[in-house]
């Protein structure tokens, strides 16, 4: 599943946050619709494997508490875009202000940090595919930090993953013939809350 992320660890520019939004999350929405058919074959049903980020479980553990329960009471994909509709509105209010208080902040109740936010919505949009299709097999995971192009410009001290120990994750859970519904961490455990 494809990632943006274009800005490193100072947050996000105002010009590329609607990118990381249309490519982390819409854009496997609209990747999941086109192949939704092929996966509801009864005879061999599907599974989804969205690759996620622990910066989505860490954006949704700094909203607001009220945002919070807002996103995990979104059941269907109107209710989810309202919500992104809301985070739009509160980004580029707050851009307007960037000079005094610069990105990620927290205001109308969200962290302002567009990667972890289309990560936490992603996790989100993935229990709402399990729940309008039982017979599909759909889960999440974070790979955890892997030395891929997205992290090129890292310059921090915290170690990275080659792409073969960051893809174990998601191929275990593309291939093991039975996998539980939910979200996976690094190391293949399921995480209590996604
Ligand atoms: N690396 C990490 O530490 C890390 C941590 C947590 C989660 N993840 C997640 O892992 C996944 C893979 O990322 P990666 O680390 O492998 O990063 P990557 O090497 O930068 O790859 C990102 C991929 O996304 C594709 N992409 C970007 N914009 C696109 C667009 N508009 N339409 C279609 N595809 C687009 C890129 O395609 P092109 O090559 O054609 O540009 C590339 O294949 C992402 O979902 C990312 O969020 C990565």
Not at 91 to 106: D, K, N, T
Not at 111 to 140: D, E, T
Request: aromatic share 10%.
């Amino acid at each position: 599943m494809s990632g943006f992320r274009a800005v490193w660890f100072r947050g996000d520019s105002v010009a590329s946050y609607p990118r990381t939004l249309d490519v982390n999350l819409f854009g496997a929405q609209r990747l999941t619709k086109a192949l939704l058919p092929e996966l509801l074959d009864e005879k061999a049903p599907g599974r989804l494997v969205f690759v996620s980020s622990g910066a989505g479980t860490a954006n949704l553990s700094k909203m607001s508490e009220e945002r919070r329960q807002e996103l995990l009471e979104c059941s269907d994909l109107s209710a989810m875009a309202a919500f992104c509709s809301a985070f739009v509105a509160a980004y580029e209010a707050s851009a307007r202000e960037q000079e005094e208080q610069p990105l990620p902040h927290l205001s109308s109740g969200f962290w302002l940090q567009s990667y972890g936010f289309s990560k936490a919505c992603l996790n989100r949009y993935c229990q709402i595919m399990a729940q309008q299709h039982p017979g599909l097999s759909c889960v999440a995971c974070s790979p955890g930090f892997v030395d891929t192009e997205m992290v090129k410009t890292y310059r921090g001290d915290a170690k990275l993953k080659s792409v073969e120990e960051g893809g174990d994750v998601c191929a275990w859970l593309a291939c093991s013939p039975a996998i539980d519904n939910g979200y996976y961490n690094p190391d293949r455990s399921m995480a209590s809350a996604g």
